[in-house]
């Protein structure tokens, strides 16, 4: 299956898309893609009556690829901020209580092969609607009211790289598009000077567009609290030219790019690359501003970091930094943020690897969704985490420190924010916790929920490619209204 994918990604391990080799012979094509050499970006502005100066305009032209664009019905999430937990977390140890497991714990169960791990840590009920929250989780806890709990996901194929494909794209197998694609496409941004969808870390495969044209990718920033603006922005800005030699070779190129789609046929891997240089034209005032975390007060920093706990250089948490420049960035219009974490990966020693883990994200999750919530973003923000897959109930990992192996029959998640009816878990496991039995939900189901909740009908958000309409959810789905407030 071909794509319109193009390079999008800034930061040191970032593909420089502004200084390319110019050595030995090109071809016309590989000279419009290469004439980004000292400049800004290559831009179609002109081709959308956008003025690239205007690095503060607010509406775009409605020719444009990210024109704002209005969802199937009213909804009030504009917005999503997803967090990954990468490496699949443990349902019973975080917002899955099982008694019956603990009173096992180390006895054959039934239905199940091994010896019983019951969770080490305590669950209690929290908030106004007693949802139990695990000790885990003081800070989230303190906003179960705001939260629904998804206790009975499910994954087909509990293989890392699969299921977070599954998880991310809506296919285990072939190349789709993204939810973050999906969601620029389906809603266009508010915000022409940045990009609609933006990836804080985390495989390509989460960011891909696919079949959709590739102005709709994410793009990755290699974000780093420790490392300058600079590096963290690397080849946006131009060393060697002005704006307005820029605005003379973007001309150039636009006029260049006219004739070839005239006189021959439109090349969709130039398009998406001069649309990620248009892009990064327009990036080089305003996302300076939005990564730039310094301009919070310190008493916002501190609460992003809490738990960092020498996590990152100097104390620092990079997740909860990370999270800050989420919030940043939705702020100035981005539609879709994606930050990447990681550690539950638990096959052994659950007491320990599991409270680091929630360690990480527990002050950082609980200061965004506070953070939101006081600048009246939070309606307007669907918060998402959630990893790829779940756990055993079983001990695995060796007799000295267990730990839990993969299991796709049972996964959990949670959302927040953005028109989610909060202070209730939905659907439920067996009596340990090891399979999903009640209001089981499928990632379609998931997919067709966070689309309902940001106005779309997910059977009609289409794209045709190759001669059929494809969407998220495939020929699948059904939305959990439940959830929805």
């Known amino acids: 299956m ?12 970032s593909s420089p898309l502004l200084h390319s080799d110019l050595s030995g012979a090109l071809s016309r094509r590989d000279f419009l893609i290469r004439n980004g050499v000292g400049i800004g970006g290559l831009s179609l502005a002109a081709l959308f009556g956008i003025n690239p100066f205007d690095l503060n305009a607010a509406v775009a032209n409605p020719m444009g690829p990210l024109a704002p664009k209005a969802p199937h019905f009213p909804a009030k999430a504009k917005a999503i901020i997803q967090i990954f937990a990468g490496g699949a977390p443990s349902t019973v140890d975080t917002w899955d209580p099982k008694p019956e497991l603990v009173k096992y714990n180390g006895q054959k169960i039934p239905g199940y092969e091994g010896p019983a791990l019951g969770s080490p840590f305590k669950f209690e009920k929290t908030g106004k609607s ?3 929250v695990s000790e885990i989780f003081p800070e989230i806890g303190k906003h179960i009211d705001d939260i629904a709990v998804i206790r009975s996901l499910f994954a087909e194929i509990p293989d890392h790289g699969i299921a977070a494909k599954m998880l991310m794209t809506g296919s285990a197998q072939l190349p789709k598009p993204s939810l973050g694609s999906w969601m620029v496409y389906g809603l266009g941004s508010v915000n022409q000077n940045m990009p609609g969808f933006i990836t804080l870390g985390g495989d390509s495969t989460f960011r891909q567009s696919a079949f959709l044209p590739g102005i709709y990718q994410g793009c990755n920033v290699n974000y780093d609290p420790n490392a300058s603006l600079s590096t963290i922005l690397a080849n946006i800005r131009s060393e060697f030219s002005s704006l307005d ?27 998406a690359r001069i649309q990620a240089f248009e892009i990064a034209f327009k990036m080089q005032t305003e996302a300076t501003d939005a990564f730039d975390v310094s301009k919070e007060p310190q008493a916002i920093r501190d609460k992003y970091e809490l738990g960092g706990g020498g996590m990152g250089m100097g104390g620092k948490n990079p997740v909860g930094t990370k999270l800050l420049v989420a919030r940043r960035l939705v702020e100035r219009g981005v539609r879709f943020v994606q ?12 007491g320990n690897t599991v409270k ?3 360690q990480g994200i527990d002050g950082p999750a609980g200061a965004l969704l506070q953070d939101l919530k006081d600048r009246g973003l939070l309606d307007s923000t669907l918060v998402i985490w959630g990893g790829e897959f779940g756990r055993t109930v079983t001990a695995g990992g060796g007799a000295g420190a ?19 009816k909060g202070g209730q878990a939905y659907g439920a496991t067996d009596e340990f916790g090891g399979r999903s039995v009640e209001n089981k939900m499928h990632v379609h189901d998931l997919h067709a929920t966070i689309l309902a909740l940001m106005g779309f009908d997910h059977t009609k958000l289409i794209y045709n490619y190759n001669g059929r309409p494809f969407r998220l959810t495939d020929n699948f789905g059904n939305v959990a209204k439940e959830l929805i407030a």
């Open 402 to 420: 267990p730990g839990r192996d993969h299991n796709g029959k049972a996964m959990v998640s949670w959302m927040a924010g953005g028109g989610v």
């Open 245 to 271: 030699r820029q605005r003379r070779q973007i001309d150039l190129a636009e006029q260049m790019n006219h004739l070839h789609a005239a006189q021959l046929q439109k090349d969709a891997q130039l398009e």
């Open 2 to 13: 071909s794509t319109h994918n193009s390079s999008c990604s800034f930061g040191p391990d």
């Open 339 to 350: 930050v990447a974490t990681g550690g539950w990966d638990t096959h052994s020693d659950i």
């Open 356 to 358: 680091r883990a929630a």
């Open 130 to 132: 007693g949802v139990e």
